[in-house]
């Protein structure tokens, strides 16, 4: 029997819940307490708060509009049957609206799963010639004799048939392991970023807090985007972080980079919500911490990417932190 849990969605958007993430949240509130007046209150003060918050509300109704043309409006309600529910209903219809987040794991599932990981990775696909889904490795066999291996929810667009051979990082994390060749030099690019090979195997990550180049083998050098900062050459351990047109730089045992191929992730001295954020890409669904102190506890350690939920549990354990499954598309971490 699945454990009941009521979720709260805090007034203000937390470190670690993006406005998509809430707005799942508060949909699942809503239809949770359908009559609550003051839950509808802070939802509309949460709605005002950030035109995000107005965007990501409004991708939700756009969902159940395309789910409900779809033959399926047993799953969802209107948006006037959310928000704005009439007090006059009977007792026996409030209650069949009442549903417990437990009961409501078919609402998530479906707009959570629509919403979150198909909506926007619509464009990604579009624009990208090769990606990855949830857990999922692939390594591509480049026409130069170059490879590709892409983490998890990545994506890649690539060109190197010209003199310039030039591979874009749209999304998540790949390895690369080049072809040298000085005449026609190889470069990963993104939204921070340019690195160029000096033959070399090296990793590159893109999230939303810039771009990470690290060398396994060989030489790379990298610069920021629009060359506003001298351009870096590493080495083998060495690493580069470019975010907002500047480079910090770094090094590690080269063991330790791109772990992932390996299945693990090494975390040193980082916290529950920087382990989440790396697990994501193993779990599908919405992973949400909703206490923000417990977000910054520190981690550390070596965790199995194939199992994320023990990973996560072994982490939260020494904080009191707990992992609630409330559904394949929607985890939840907690104090209690």
Same mark, same amino acid.
């Given at each position: ?23 799942s ?27 995000k ?28 049957q ?12 409030q ?7 437990g009961g409501?794991i ?30 999922e ?5 480049l ?15 690539? $060109? =190197?048939?010209?003199r310039?051979r *030039?591979?874009t990082?749209?999304?998540? /994390?790949?390895?690369?392991? +080049? !072809? ?8 990963v690019?993104?939204g ?10 090296? $990793? =590159?990550?893109?999230t939303?807090? *810039?771009?990470?180049?690290a060398?396994? /083998?060989?030489?790379s050098? +990298? !610069? ?11 080495r ?5 972080h ?6 910090n ?40 911490v ?12 070596v965790?199995?990417?194939h ?29 209690s």
């Amino acid at each position: 029997m699945q454990k009941s849990l009521t979720v709260t969605v805090p007034a203000k958007n937390s470190e670690t819940i993006s406005p998509k993430e809430a707005a799942s949240l508060w949909y699942i509130r809503l239809r949770e307490a359908p009559a609550d007046e003051d839950l509808k209150a802070s939802f509309k003060t949460w709605l005002r708060e950030d035109l995000k918050n107005e965007q990501a509300w409004a991708s939700i109704i756009r969902v159940t509009k395309v789910m409900q043309h779809m033959s399926q409006p047993h799953m969802l309600s209107s948006l006037n049957q959310t928000v704005f529910y009439d007090k006059k209903r009977s007792e026996k219809q409030q209650k069949t609206f009442r549903w417990t987040v437990g009961g409501a794991i078919g609402l998530v599932a479906a707009a959570s799963l629509v919403l979150v990981m198909l909506w926007p990775d619509i464009s990604v696909r579009w624009r990208a010639d090769a990606y990855t889904t949830f857990a999922e490795t692939r390594t591509l066999a480049l026409a130069d004799g170059s490879s590709i291996t892409l983490a998890p929810l990545s994506a890649v667009k690539y $060109d =190197v048939t010209g003199r310039h051979r *030039g591979v874009t990082l749209i999304k998540g /994390e790949a390895l690369f392991t +080049v !072809q040298h060749d000085a005449e026609r030099p190889f470069k990963v690019i993104t939204g921070d970023a340019v690195a160029t090979d000096i033959g070399t195997v090296f $990793d =590159v990550a893109l999230t939303s807090h *810039g771009t990470t180049v690290a060398v396994l /083998e060989g030489q790379s050098r +990298v !610069q920021t985007s629009n060359q506003s900062h001298p351009s870096v050459v590493l080495r083998v351990g060495e690493w580069a972080h470019v975010h907002a047109q500047s480079i910090n730089q770094g090094k590690e045992t080269p063991d330790n980079i791109a772990t992932w191929r390996q299945g693990s992730l090494l975390m040193e001295k980082g916290t529950v919500s920087a382990l989440v954020a790396a697990l994501k890409p193993w779990q599908p669904g919405i992973i949400v911490v909703l206490d923000q102190d417990l977000g910054r506890r520190p981690v550390s350690g070596v965790y199995n990417l194939h199992h994320p939920i023990q990973a996560l549990e072994l982490a939260l354990k020494p904080h009191g932190g707990h992992v609630h499954r409330l559904s394949r598309w929607l985890t939840v971490i907690t104090r209690s």
